[in-house]
């Protein structure tokens, strides 16, 4: 392998904009692949999606490593098969860490304000975060699908776990509308009864995620021919060998 890889980039759509930006000036990514926001929610398939991608990365010979622009996400990231390309992944239980540039940071910030929702560019640009413009989106998604008795329980259940949070924390990477996203937060933090606050991101982790050299600290490589498994510690997660076919 060269002293800097040719890669295949696999990222979620909620992070494209920050992606673009970025491998916008490294010559060694040679495909950028993005899936759609959301699959976190359904993780056989996230993982269907991305066995699909990392198939693709791999069938272009000139490929030799595929990144993914993911944390565990639901576990959606594990058991993924590749033969013949590592695959490189930070150490991150979801996206926000690579918002925020460090796993630790993310960890203490959650430790002193546990109710927090976080807002990014490309959460707010798909009417994921709470808000007034999540909750039509999602009534008529619902009107188009179940009666309305059924629409009306599918919303009562999703006051239920918006109920368990209290802080609206927008986060962005300097890339895009962000002063747009930063008042669309603060809205939507008012209309809640929440706060808002506004958190500093850092772009060091997802730069390096895609630019390399890896570290084991903060990134795991995972070989051909093994999978991506959670940990019960704070490195998230670990490499563990595929089961031979039998």
């Not at 039509?136 to 918006?162: D, H, N, S, T």
Request: glycine residues 6%.
């Amino acid at each position: 392998m060269s002293s800097t890889p040719s890669l295949a980039v696999i990222a979620c759509a909620v992070l494209e904009d920050e992606v673009r930006h970025l491998v916008a000036d490294l010559p060694h990514v040679h495909e950028l692949i993005i899936l759609p926001q959301g699959l976190h929610n359904e993780p056989p398939r996230l993982r269907r999606e991305l066995q699909a991608a990392v198939d693709r990365a791999e069938a272009r010979p000139e490929v030799e490593v595929i990144v993914l622009v993911y944390g565990l996400c639901g576990r959606g990231v594990e058991n993924l098969r590749h033969a013949r390309c590592p695959l490189v992944i930070a150490r991150a239980h979801d996206c926000v860490t690579l918002f925020l540039g460090n796993k630790k940071r993310y960890a203490a910030y959650l430790r002193e304000h546990p109710g927090t929702y976080w807002y990014t560019p490309g959460w707010i640009k798909s009417y994921a975060p709470p808000g007034p413009d999540r909750t039509v989106f999602l009534r008529g998604e619902y009107a188009a699908k179940f009666k309305p008795e059924e629409v009306q329980y599918l919303m009562e259940m999703e006051q239920q776990w918006i109920a368990k949070y209290d802080r609206a924390a927008y986060v962005d990477l300097g890339v895009g509308e962000t002063e747009r996203g930063k008042n669309y937060t603060r809205h939507c933090a008012a209309c809640l009864g929440w706060t808002f606050d506004q958190v500093p991101g850092d772009a060091s982790l997802l730069r390096d995620l895609l630019a390399g050299p890896w570290d084991e600290n903060r990134f795991l490589i995972v070989p051909p021919h093994h999978f991506i498994a959670l940990t019960a510690d704070d490195t998230i997660i670990r490499t563990v060998p595929a089961p031979s076919p039998s």
